[in-house]
């Protein structure tokens, strides 16, 4: 069965602190890896990852795919309250095409 | 340029009811979805199409049928409501290929089931 498992399922940090939130996958016919964040919203969409070792970055969020543990981190350094969301993690699969997606980290940053 | 648009953004049911969902993008992506989201569940695929005239089964179909009679617009039935049904459901549409991997969301329809 394929499955996206998130961790912690919630964390609740102070301004300023960094912040690593994991995502590990069991996914048949990997595509590719998706983080969003999303705030009482539509998710919004940070960064997709297919190859291993290359990170992505923007501003104080980077992300890092390793294919053959099969997970992914998403950081956060220097954290501010506009932070606080819940992040979800998605995998596509070549086949059918479909997302598979974890329940998504809960961010709270405390001023 | 609209994006993903969605209707209603809220809704209450009765037992029993029926209603539909309507998802229209305007980006003429080929694909499109649609997601129940509950507390503690993350997003869970419902259906989803590859194309106009297309569709298929998700994670979670019972309950639901879907249509895609045209290219801009998705469809989600609901023929009988039942209060399990109560959820957040999210479109969303994507390019099959090239640059444009993400999904872009709708905002959402709140669905109650009394």
């Known amino acids: 069965e394929d499955k996206v498992v998130q961790s912690p399922l919630s964390l609740v940090v102070h301004e300023g602190d960094t912040v690593t939130l994991n995502c590990s996958y069991e996914v048949t016919n990997f595509r590719s890896l998706l983080w969003y964040k999303q705030e009482k919203k539509a998710p919004t969409f940070l960064f997709m990852l297919t190859s291993s070792g290359i990170e992505k970055k923007s501003g104080r969020l980077s992300s890092i795919l390793d294919k053959k543990e099969l997970f992914s981190i998403l950081n956060i350094t220097a954290t501010q309250t506009g932070d606080s969301a819940v992040y979800l993690c998605?995998?596509?699969?070549?086949?059918?095409?479909?997302?598979?997606f974890g329940t998504g980290t809960s961010l709270t940053v405390i001023p | 340029n609209a994006g993903v648009t969605q209707t209603p953004k809220f809704r209450v049911l009765k037992t029993g009811q029926s209603m539909t969902l309507l998802c229209a993008q305007d980006m003429n992506h080929e694909y499109m979805y649609w997601y129940r989201q509950d507390p503690g569940m993350g997003l869970r695929l419902i259906h989803y199409s590859v194309g106009e005239g297309t569709t298929a089964k998700g994670e979670v179909p019972d309950g639901y049928n879907v249509s895609r009679l045209k290219k801009q617009n998705f469809l989600l039935g609901l023929e009988s409501a039942a209060p399990s049904q109560t959820s957040v459901y999210f479109c969303a549409s994507k390019s099959p290929s090239g640059r444009d991997y993400e999904q872009y969301f709708g905002p959402g329809t709140r669905l109650t089931v009394t």
């Open positions: 998605a995998v596509e699969a070549n086949t059918g095409n479909q997302f598979y």
